[in-house]
């Protein structure tokens, strides 16, 4: 009796151990159920904002070339032949063309796929068609470019894929080469344990037995440990997750966060991103080869590098192939064709998660005037911008071959005088001049690279182009000043309160003596600005360059009316659009609308408007920045822009030639480029000779619209003899039409004006007085 | 207005005098006359873009249903594609009138003025706006200096 008394206490025993065991586990389960639902939803939730370019409006007239509309396809992804209904096909005979839309989900609701069928001529879209019924089609939106993505996290990088954005290869491959079983395993597949704990223990330990649900685990909750215990919590947890969610919902999540490589300091995750990285493509325009060698390297991104290993990443994608060929995932042609394609690896891998990063860095700002950082990296919100794709391309095509060259011609001179030239940098920025929208920003010479954005942050003194600013603060006195005013340029040292005497020179270092207003301008001489400006009163211009829209703070002293203030290119851009929209200032914004990720409208950014200049002065002043361009500092625009365009423009140059600036406007963009270096060495380009071209070279690509502001109805135009600047007649040779405020015109005839009519009338003239 | 007719004198060697003065007051008509012609800016365009007509009568239909931001919204998109048409402007300045944005809508109907060349009802019907908009923000002198403007080109 005493014996079957020990065993009862010792079953007791172990059966107490095995319910405490148990209950353990269940606690453990639990626990690991809770942390799995928390981690796998907040992940899966945190979708990042996905940024838009505008979409491209087609109508019958449109102005648009075949070549233009073609890339505009091939930009948006667009493959060539059509195939039954799929979008995003198109195919050109000539000038004709026929294409499918994929249906896309606008601000003002979903637009269905679309059939159109368009014929161009003269560069303009001729006709636009239903390719269904040949029904014309008024006005159709193409969906617009993904420019990218503001992500959760810091140094993790995404390009989030939903399944209809990932290849059918991928997923074929990733079950063919990683996990057979995926689609009937319950989380762990204990037929391949049993099998890879053989083969460990026979030493022939090859094989994985990881489900890509194990492999997804790992990867996304846990730190690298490999104890046994480690092995069952991700067991666990693998099949928890099974439990949870479906087999289409885990593998989405396993594309999107799977670890594809290193880029320096930047983890690649998920197949998206990888596309991207490797092949410059989105993940859903990867080939079968393409799609075989990223999940060939699941197995082991580092050694299947393709750039430090090619033999190896090849040979890994054919076994890739070799696997999803065996398992009939693939027929023996695209087999063979694969196998005998090459790596495809782009060479110079791809910086940051998108093409525009100067701009996608002015639509985040702006959206952080609105949002939390946290709600634009987690809400999935979708964001519809202004920049405009082809303006984008040619602005940053422009820029970077035109440093390029200029820095080659003052390396040549440079060498011989032993200064070094190189790292000219640049920023350029195109808006819509009437409603202030960014068509175009380029931060730097090389604009795929996210580092300094030049355009948004970058500070510099603007030089004559604040002269603008002057000028219009003294066309705002009609009574005092017109365009054709005497100027003194005679020599002038200001002293001002409390600061040493400032005498500015002009460029030529000469004094020309006395001038008109708009020639002092064009010629952009400084000693007659300072005069004037010091007439006018400097507090009183700067108050004209606020409302010019420069926010920041002007330092209240004479240098700032000959540029002394550091401004960006932004700021100065936004100055331009008032002038060029004659006193309507629209802030120059990136963002159109912001939706949810389901698509309800959240914010819509409007056009806005505001007069702060009166129309009068400001279309002289844009009469005067005419002639700038005419036959002032900026009259080598001429060798760039076809006649009849009559854009308005400023040059501007900094001392020591350490900025090289031009701001101009047609009728319809304003836009403006700077040149120099980050570290604000002297450089040897003025503005006519550094940022002209540029300004110059990008607009003629960008079909501009002559400038013809509306004269206002208070301006009349009265005929000049511009070397008396008093009123001409049929005799006077030369006279000029020129615009004035009506009632300041003068009065006087010039010496020319001869004929009787012009005698009497000022015969009577005299006799009024 | 100076008749374009002139009478010749019957006496020869009177006349030079006479006709200079005919022909130098016949040649100030001339100019003046060719300087109204002129155009003050672009001409206003009809609305015949049958895509513009397609946006603008989606707007109309969006303000029906009361969904006065989708209309603005609409008409901006119109905008893009005329951006000179007074038209669009002065409807987006009735809008936002509508909305209660008043600074806006005077700024709007001002923008729409710009673009409205010699249509003198359009004029009429921006500076009319611009008075309402003032009205409604307690700007009552400059409500009626508005008005007063709009009566000038209702004559």
């Not at chain 1, 600013?469 to 054709?484: G, I, K, Q």
């Not at chain 1, 659009?577 to 409208?601: C, H, M, N, W, Y």
């Not at chain 1, 009123?727 to 004929?755: K, L, M, T, Y």
Request: hydrophobic residues 40%.
């Amino acid at each position: 009796m005493k014996f079957s008394f020990h065993i009862r206490i010792w079953v007791r025993l172990l059966l107490a151990a095995l319910v405490a065991g148990l209950l353990g586990l269940a606690v453990f389960t639990f626990y690991l159920d809770a942390r799995v639902r928390d981690e796998f939803e907040g992940r899966r939730f945190a979708l990042p904002a996905r940024v838009y370019a505008r979409p491209l409006e087609l109508f019958a007239g449109a102005q648009l070339s075949p070549d233009e509309f073609t890339r505009e396809l091939q930009r948006l992804g667009y493959k060539e032949e059509l195939q039954g209904n799929d979008p995003r096909r198109f195919q050109r005979f000539g000038d004709e063309f026929d294409l499918i839309t994929p249906p896309f989900l606008f601000w003002d609701g979903p637009q269905d796929s679309q059939f159109l069928h368009l014929s161009f001529k003269d560069g303009r879209d001729a006709t636009l068609v239903d390719s269904r019924d040949n029904s014309p089609v008024s006005l159709v939106r193409l969906d617009p470019e993904y420019i990218g993505g503001i992500y959760p996290g810091h140094n993790e990088d995404r390009v989030l894929v939903t399944q209809a954005e990932v290849p059918a290869f991928v997923v074929q491959g990733l079950v063919a080469v990683e996990d057979r079983k995926f689609y009937s395993h319950f989380g762990i597949d204990p037929r391949g344990i049993a099998r890879a704990f053989l083969s460990t223990v026979t030493g022939s330990g090859v094989q994985g037995g990881s489900t890509l649900t194990q492999q997804l685990v790992k990867n996304f909750f846990l730190t690298p440990e490999r104890t046994i215990k480690r092995k069952v919590t991700e067991a666990l947890m693998a099949v928890l997750l099974e439990r949870r969610y479906s087999k289409n919902d885990i593998l989405e999540t396993y594309i999107n966060e799977i670890y594809l490589g290193q880029d320096q300091n930047r983890a690649i995750h998920g197949f998206g991103l990888a596309a991207q990285f490797y092949f410059d493509k989105r993940l859903i325009d990867l080939s079968l080869p393409e799609a075989a060698l990223l999940v060939g390297m699941v197995k082991g991104p580092s050694y299947y590098d393709p750039h430090r290993h090619p033999d190896r990443a090849l040979a890994r994608r054919n076994v890739a192939l070799a696997a999803m060929h065996q398992q009939n995932y693939i027929t023996d042609e695209q087999y063979f064709k694969a196998f005998m394609a090459p790596l495809g690896v782009v060479g110079k891998p791809e910086m940051g998660t998108t093409r525009y990063p100067a701009f996608l860095d002015l639509v985040r700002r702006q959206l952080l005037s609105y949002y939390r950082e946290e709600d634009l990296r987690s809400e999935g919100l979708r964001i519809y911008t202004t920049l405009d794709p082809p303006a984008q391309a040619a602005a940053e095509s422009v820029l970077s071959a035109r440093l390029a060259g200029l820095e080659e011609g003052s390396r040549q001179a440079g060498a011989e005088v032993g200064v070094e030239t190189g790292g000219l940098e640049g920023a350029v920025i195109v808006a819509d001049v009437q409603s202030g929208e960014v068509q175009a920003l380029v931060g730097g010479r090389d604009p795929r690279y996210p580092g300094f954005n030049r355009a948004v942050d970058l500070t510099r003194p603007v030089g004559s182009l604040m002269k603008p600013a002057v000028y219009l603060t003294a066309l705002a006195r009609p009574a005092e000043y017109t365009l054709v005013s005497w100027l003194d340029d005679e020599p002038l040292i200001w002293n001002e309160h409390g600061r040493p005497p400032w005498e500015p020179r002009n460029y030529d270092r000469i004094n020309h003596g006395q001038v008109p207003l708009r020639t002092a301008l064009a010629n952009s001489y400084n000693v007659a600005t300072a005069r004037l400006g010091s007439e006018l009163g400097v507090r009183n211009v700067l108050d004209f360059a606020h409302r010019l829209g420069i926010n920041r703070e002007l330092p209240p002293f004479a240098s700032s009316l000959l540029g002394a203030v550091d401004l960006s290119p932004l700021d100065v851009a936004q100055m331009y659009q008032v002038l060029g929209s004659g006193g309507f200032r629209a802030p120059l914004r990136a963002i159109r609308e912001v939706l949810t990720a389901d698509g309800k409208p959240l914010q819509h950014y409007a056009l806005s408007v505001e007069q702060v200049v009166d129309p009068g002065p400001a279309y002289l002043l844009t009469a005067a920045l005419q002639g700038v361009v005419r036959e002032g500092t900026g009259r080598d625009l001429a060798k760039y822009l076809p006649p009849g365009l009559n854009p308005a423009g400023k040059t501007g140059t900094t001392d020591d030639f350490r900025d090289s600036w031009f701001a101009g406007y047609t009728g319809d963009r304003v836009a403006v480029v700077w040149v120099g270096y980050d570290d604000n060495r002297p450089g040897s380009f003025t503005g006519a000779s550094g940022a002209l071209p540029i300004w110059g070279e990008l607009m003629a690509r960008l079909h501009p619209e002559p400038l013809a502001l509306p004269r206002p109805e208070n301006v009349e135009l009265v005929s000049i003899d511009p070397p008396s600047g008093l009123r001409a007649d049929h005799a006077c040779v030369g006279a000029e039409e020129i615009p004035f405020v009506r009632g300041s015109a003068p009065e006087d005839f010039a010496p020319c004006a001869r004929s009787t009519g012009t005698i009497i009338k000022s015969w009577l003239h005299r006799l009024a007085d | 207005m100076i008749p374009l007719k002139t009478e010749f004198p019957d006496n020869n060697t009177q006349m030079w005098p006479g006709m200079i003065l005919r022909y130098s007051i016949l040649l100030i008509a001339v100019t003046l006359l060719s300087a109204c012609a002129v155009e003050r800016g672009p001409a206003p365009p009809t609305v015949g873009n049958p895509a513009v007509q397609a946006l603008v009568n989606t707007a109309n239909a969006e303000v029906e249903q009361g969904r006065i931001p989708a209309a603005i919204a609409t008409l901006e998109r119109a905008q893009r594609i005329e951006p000179r048409n007074p038209v669009l402007w002065h409807e987006l300045a009735r809008l936002h009138l509508r909305q209660g944005n008043y600074q806006q809508a005077e700024s709007l109907a001002a923008r729409a003025n710009s673009w409205a060349g010699d249509d003198k009802a359009m004029l009429a019907a921006n500076w009319r706006l611009i008075g309402e908009a003032r009205a409604s923000r307690g700007d009552q002198a400059g409500a009626l200096a508005a008005l007063e403007r709009a009566g000038e080109f209702e004559k």
